[in-house]
């Protein structure tokens, strides 16, 4: 009985340290960087952006904010406060769902001769499993899409399953499978698309 009090405390906590962990997001805070627009001019100072909302701010003094449309802008780039690390972000043409092509907001994860990588984010809601109890709980995550951007400028997303590789590197797709399967890739990390990624890259170079 003991141990099992014992047991309802610890996943107890585990439930508030798991909500609480990741609360503040890179699209919460200003970052440091600067925004290229489309006329041509650069804006150095402070960025804040939104993906879901496909939105850019700008500010240089802190009181006065810009706001842009993906239209307005050809890239921006930041220093992220939150993973401590610089980010690249492009307008590119995409169609996305069914809708008309328009200017959209990348990440680019990687660049490569053959292929590129990129991807993009949006807060949901997430149910995972509490661990030592058969129970789940509900947080709210960063979730992402990734993209592969050929050469000729087509966007193709990937609905992270080996058989939509097949698709998207049809002309190296036995390749492609075995090199996942060797190297134990999870689909799911960003580390490991770019590793697929830098092989394609090589086998067409070959």
Request: aromatic share 16%.
């Amino acid at each position: 009985m003991q141990s099992r009090i014992v047991t309802l405390i610890f996943c107890g906590f585990l439930v508030t340290a798991f909500t609480a962990h990741g609360q503040s997001y890179s699209t919460d805070v200003w970052h440091r960087g600067n925004l290229f627009l489309f006329e041509g001019d650069t804006l150095s100072g402070e960025i804040k952006y939104n993906m879901e909302n496909q939105s850019v701010q700008f500010t240089r003094d802190g009181s006065t904010v810009q706001a842009f449309s993906p239209r307005k802008i050809l890239a921006f780039e930041i220093y992220d406060k939150i993973i401590q690390s610089y980010r690249i972000f492009y307008i590119l043409p995409y169609k996305s769902q069914g809708t008309y092509e328009a200017p959209f907001i990348f990440e680019l994860s990687y660049e490569g001769p053959y292929v590129s990588l990129l991807r993009t984010e949006k807060l949901e809601l997430v149910v995972r499993s509490l661990p030592y109890m058969y129970s789940t709980y509900t947080n709210e995550e960063m979730v992402y899409t990734y993209y592969f951007l050929d050469r000729s400028g087509r966007i193709n997303e990937f609905n992270g399953k080996k058989s939509d590789l097949n698709r998207i590197f049809r002309d190296h797709a036995a390749e492609i499978r075995r090199f996942v399967k060797d190297e134990r890739l999870k689909l799911d990390r960003l580390d490991h698309l770019i590793k697929i990624c830098s092989h394609y890259n090589s086998l067409v170079t070959k």
